[in-house]
């Protein structure tokens, strides 16, 4: 049985205009370059009495070694409610919003999947491995999910 870590748990929000093309193409072009495995898992888009609403939900997994991987779930929803024209660019004005959670998944081939077996793998994690488990497994996982999120913000005009 495969033991998810919560590493990063984020949330961004922005009422103003936005670029959703931009934002996802980025993320795309971040995702390849960075060598994940992604997938959409979700992408629609309702036309409401109150403006176009997008639904974006992302799933993108990198392995790390044999026993453990990086996965990052990004859902991304617009409510707009009109499209505005900057400097010759299709923009859209509304509302967005964000959420970013990245796990580190531990015995994702399910090894360990009895009781004791996942008695052996805690004891593995707190004493044969901590400091891998500290040192690289937890430290690719959040640098990933934090470049992703600065990537995110700048692209929103967001970052400080």
Do not use: C
């Not at 093309?21 to 309702?46: A, G, P, Q, R, V």
């Amino acid at each position: 049985m495969s033991k998810p870590f919560n590493e990063f748990n984020q949330r961004i929000e922005q009422k103003g205009v936005f670029d959703v093309k931009s934002i996802y193409s980025k993320l795309i072009d971040w995702f390849i370059d960075n060598k994940y495995e992604y997938s959409e898992k979700d992408s629609t888009t309702k036309i409401k009495s109150y403006g176009t609403e997008v639904n974006l939900r992302f799933t993108a997994v990198k392995l790390i070694d044999d026993f453990a991987k990086s996965e990052i779930k990004i859902d991304i929803k617009t409510v707009t409610s009109d499209k505005v024209s900057v400097k010759g660019k299709k923009l859209d004005k509304g509302s967005l919003e964000i959420r970013m959670i990245a796990n580190l998944i531990l015995d994702y081939k399910h090894r360990y999947s009895s009781k004791f077996g996942l008695f052996l793998l805690n004891i593995y994690i707190k004493y044969l491995i901590r400091d891998r488990f500290e040192n690289y497994y937890e430290d690719q996982v959040s640098k990933n999910a934090k470049a992703i999120y600065d990537l995110l913000k700048e692209e929103l005009n967001l970052a400080y």
